[in-house]
C-alpha cells in the first residue's frame, strides 16, 4: 500500500506513518510546484496532526549525472517545516480547532487553521493542511498473495481496502523561482520527526512503492531474510544513505526485483556487467524527481529515470500526480519492463478522483451509518 503501515513503528504510531508523497506542476500555473505528504492511514473522525512531530518536505535541486544512469544532487536544500498545536476550544462551542504553521526556507512561516479549505498564504506559498480521502489505490490483499504463491494473483476487479478511507494532507503550493535556487529539475522527499532541539527521523518517503512491494517481501532475500529492513531504512537520509546498510537494502531490493521479473515466466530485465539489476541504484536513489520546465502531466511517474535507462531525454516533468495508477505501471514495470501487457491489479481509481484545483485532493468520506 504505497507507504501505508512501512513497518512496526508505523503501526504503533500511524500519525507520524507518510502514506504517500507527490510532487507536480501546479496545474493552475506552471509558476508553481506543488507537494503533497499523506500520513495517518485510515484516519478516523477525531484523526489530527501530532504536537510533538515535525511534517518535513525536503527539496534539492538535481541533475542528470553525465555518462552514469544516475542523478547529481545539489548540495542546496530547501527545506519545509509544519508543526501542529493541540486542537482547542476557544469559543467553548465543543468544537476543536487545530492550528499549524509552516516554516519556510526563508526562516518566514505561514500561519493556518487545519481542515480550512483555503488554507493559509506567504510570500510564494499557500499552505492546506487537514482530512482528505486517501488518493491511493491498490488491491493489497492479492498483492500480497502473488508473495505468497510466487504467481500473479490479481483478478480482473479487484478490492482496495483504502476504498472510502481518508488520510491527514499537507498540501504546499510554492512558487519555486521564488522560494528556491537551481533548478528547474528537483528531488523531493517527504521526513515525519520527533520534535525538539535535535530532531530523530521516524519515517522518509521518495518514491511510491519502495518499503512495502519493493522491500517488503523477506523470503527471496539470501542475505537478510529474518531482518524487518524498512526500520532501518525509514531513518536514513534518502540524500546521504549509510554506508553500512546500503549491501543490506541492495541485497533486498534485487531479491526481490529478480523475484518479480520472473513472474511472467522470461527474464525482461538482463543483469548489466556487475551483475546488478538495471532499476537497483535509480530505487535506491528514493527520491520523486520533478521537472518544473515541463507542463504538468497526469501519467509521468518515473518517466525521467525510463529515459535515463534508454538514454534519452525525457519528455514529462515527472514527478507524481495524486490521480496516475502508480501501482499498474510499477508492476507492469517490474514484471516485464514494459515489453508486455499492461500487469493491471484490477483496482482502477479510488472512491473520489482529486481535482486540479487547490488542494487538489477529494474532502474527507463521511463515516459510514449504521444499519438500524
Same mark, same amino acid.
Given at each position: 500500500? %504505497?507507504d501505508?503501515?512501512?513497518?512496526?513503528?508505523?503501526?504503533?504510531?500511524p500519525?507520524?506513518?507518510?502514506?504517500?508523497?507527490?510532487?507536480?506542476? %501546479? +496545474?493552475?500555473?506552471?509558476?508553481?510546484?506543488?507537494?503533497?505528504?499523506?500520513?495517518?492511514?485510515?484516519?478516523g473522525?477525531?484523526?489530527?496532526? %501530532? *504536537?510533538?512531530?515535525?511534517y518535513? @518536505?525536503?527539496?534539492?535541486?538535481? %541533475?542528470i549525472?553525465?555518462?552514469?544512469?544516475?542523478?547529481?544532487?545539489g548540495?542546496?536544500?530547501?527545506?519545509?517545516? /509544519?508543526?501542529?498545536?493541540?486542537?482547542?476550544d476557544? $469559543?467553548?462551542? &465543543?468544537?476543536?480547532?487545530?492550528?499549524?504553521? /509552516?516554516?519556510?526556507?526563508?526562516?518566514?512561516?505561514?500561519?493556518?487553521?487545519?481542515?480550512?479549505?483555503? &488554507?493559509?498564504?506567504?510570500?510564494?506559498?499557500?499552505?492546506?493542511?487537514?482530512?482528505?480521502?486517501?488518493?491511493?489505490?491498490l488491491?493489497? +490483499?492479492?498483492? #500480497?498473495?502473488?508473495?505468497?504463491?510466487?504467481?500473479?494473483?490479481?483478478?480482473?476487479?479487484g478490492?482496495?481496502?483504502?476504498?472510502?478511507?481518508?488520510?491527514?494532507?499537507?498540501?504546499l503550493?510554492?512558487?519555486?523561482?521564488?522560494? @528556491?535556487?537551481?533548478?528547474?529539475?528537483?528531488?523531493?522527499?517527504?521526513?515525519t520527526?520527533? /520534535?525538539?532541539?535535535?530532531?530523530?527521523?521516524?519515517?522518509?518517503?521518495?518514491?511510491?512503492?519502495?518499503?512495502?512491494?519493493s @522491500?517488503?517481501?523477506?523470503?527471496?532475500? +539470501?542475505?537478510n531474510?529474518?531482518l524487518?529492513?524498512r526500520?532501518?531504512?525509514?531513518?536514513? $537520509?534518502?540524500?546521504?544513505?549509510?554506508?553500512?546498510?546500503?549491501?543490506?537494502y541492495?541485497?533486498?531490493?534485487?531479491a526481490n526485483?529478480?523475484?518479480y $521479473?520472473?513472474?511472467?515466466?522470461?527474464? *525482461?530485465w538482463?543483469?548489466?556487467d556487475?551483475?546488478?539489476?538495471?532499476l537497483?541504484?535509480?530505487?535506491?536513489?528514493d527520491?520523486?524527481v520533478?521537472?518544473?520546465?515541463?507542463p504538468?502531466?497526469?501519467?509521468?511517474?518515473?518517466e525521467?529515470?525510463?529515459?535515463?535507462?534508454?538514454?534519452?531525454?525525457?519528455?514529462t /516533468?515527472g514527478?507524481?500526480?495524486l490521480?496516475?495508477?502508480v501501482?499498474?505501471?510499477i508492476?507492469?514495470?517490474?514484471?516485464? #519492463?514494459?515489453?508486455?501487457p499492461?500487469?493491471r491489479d484490477?483496482? $482502477?481509481?479510488?472512491?473520489?478522483?482529486?481535482?486540479?484545483?487547490?488542494?487538489?485532493?477529494?474532502?474527507?468520506n463521511?463515516p459510514?451509518?449504521a444499519?438500524?
Amino acid at each position: 500500500m %504505497s507507504d501505508h503501515i512501512s513497518g512496526p513503528r508505523a503501526v504503533s504510531d500511524p500519525v507520524t506513518d507518510i502514506t504517500d508523497v507527490f510532487a507536480f506542476p %501546479s +496545474p493552475e500555473s506552471p509558476r508553481h510546484l506543488v507537494l503533497v505528504m499523506n500520513v495517518f492511514p485510515y484516519a478516523g473522525t477525531s484523526a489530527v496532526f %501530532s *504536537d510533538a512531530v515535525i511534517y518535513r @518536505l525536503r527539496i534539492r535541486p538535481v %541533475s542528470i549525472a553525465s555518462g552514469e544512469r544516475a542523478f547529481a544532487v545539489g548540495a542546496d536544500e530547501f527545506t519545509f517545516d /509544519c508543526t501542529f498545536d493541540i486542537p482547542a476550544d476557544p $469559543d467553548g462551542g &465543543g468544537h476543536a480547532v487545530q492550528q499549524g504553521r /509552516c516554516m519556510m526556507p526563508n526562516g518566514e512561516s505561514v500561519s493556518f487553521r487545519v481542515n480550512d479549505e483555503s &488554507g493559509g498564504a506567504g510570500k510564494g506559498l499557500q499552505v492546506f493542511a487537514g482530512q482528505r480521502s486517501d488518493p491511493f489505490f491498490l488491491d493489497g +490483499p492479492m498483492a #500480497a498473495q502473488t508473495i505468497a504463491t510466487r504467481q500473479l494473483a490479481f483478478k480482473q476487479v479487484g478490492f482496495d481496502r483504502l476504498y472510502g478511507k481518508n488520510v491527514l494532507g499537507i498540501v504546499l503550493r510554492i512558487e519555486w523561482a521564488k522560494l @528556491l535556487q537551481g533548478g528547474p529539475m528537483f528531488a523531493v522527499v517527504g521526513e515525519t520527526l520527533t /520534535c525538539g532541539k535535535r530532531p530523530i527521523r521516524l519515517e522518509r518517503v521518495g518514491r511510491p512503492e519502495i518499503k512495502n512491494i519493493s @522491500l517488503g517481501a523477506k523470503i527471496f532475500d +539470501p542475505v537478510n531474510r529474518d531482518l524487518e529492513i524498512r526500520e532501518l531504512y525509514n531513518t536514513e $537520509d534518502a540524500f546521504k544513505v549509510s554506508e553500512t546498510y546500503i549491501g543490506a537494502y541492495r541485497a533486498r531490493l534485487e531479491a526481490n526485483l529478480a523475484f518479480y $521479473d520472473g513472474l511472467d515466466g522470461k527474464a *525482461d530485465w538482463p543483469l548489466d556487467d556487475h551483475g546488478h539489476h538495471p532499476l537497483t541504484e535509480l530505487l535506491l536513489a528514493d527520491y520523486l524527481v520533478v521537472d518544473v520546465s515541463k507542463p504538468f502531466a497526469e501519467t509521468s511517474y518515473f518517466e525521467v529515470e525510463q529515459a535515463i535507462l534508454e538514454e534519452r531525454a525525457h519528455s514529462t /516533468c515527472g514527478g507524481r500526480w495524486l490521480n496516475e495508477d502508480v501501482v499498474d505501471f510499477i508492476l507492469t514495470l517490474y514484471i516485464n #519492463a514494459g515489453n508486455g501487457p499492461r500487469i493491471r491489479d484490477g483496482v $482502477d481509481g479510488p472512491i473520489t478522483w482529486s481535482s486540479r484545483i487547490f488542494p487538489y485532493m477529494a474532502p474527507p468520506n463521511r463515516p459510514p451509518v449504521a444499519s438500524s
